[in-house]
């Protein structure tokens, strides 16, 4: 190793601090029944104080764009907002959120990017005494965060029972 000699010059390095992108809606599981209507917010955290353009499209099951909204972040403007889009009718929805550089437009990609998914449906109606009883939902091999989602995900689509691990996989 003596005898080989080497080095190594980097040019034109650059660092980027992108911001933290986040959607989410009012509910902890995104499952929203009418009447409520979905409600996102939309989080932009960064830390570098630039201007920049958050282009929000939501996309129904076809990937039809069903609402679209864009604001200026960053540099002086809020970087938390609420949306109640209006939207075709019950379903479900993808949510995509992105950021771009105000100096560039639509000319060069996204700086940061999220995606999210909510469903929105009717109010229940009539069900009989039993209908609860006659699905379930399986969640074997989730991690305690998502297990932690457990009570409130049955409650929104209405389901009494749960099949659950008794043992981890390890």
Do not use: C
Not at 84 to 112: C, H, M
Request: proline share 6%; hydrophobic share 40%; no cysteine.
């Amino acid at each position: 190793l003596r005898d080989v000699r080497g080095g190594a010059w980097f040019d034109d390095i650059a660092i980027w601090q992108v911001p933290h992108v986040q959607v989410s809606t009012q509910s902890t599981v995104n499952i929203i029944r009418n009447p409520a209507k979905p409600k996102l917010q939309m989080v932009v955290r960064d830390l570098t104080d630039q201007q920049m353009t958050a282009h929000v499209n939501i996309y129904d099951l076809r990937r039809r764009v069903v609402a679209s909204q864009t604001r200026q972040v960053g540099a002086g403007h809020a970087g938390q907002w609420y949306w109640t889009p209006k939207l075709p009718g019950f379903g479900w929805y993808l949510v995509d959120l992105q950021v771009r550089e105000s100096a560039y437009g639509n000319r060069g990609g996204p700086i940061a990017r999220t995606l999210g998914a909510f469903l929105w449906l009717p109010k229940r109606v009539g069900a009989s005494q039993y209908d609860p009883y006659r699905f379930g939902l399986v969640a074997q091999g989730l991690a305690p965060d998502r297990l932690a989602l457990m009570p409130d995900l049955l409650h929104a689509v209405g389901v009494n029972r749960i099949v659950l691990s008794a043992w981890q996989r390890d």
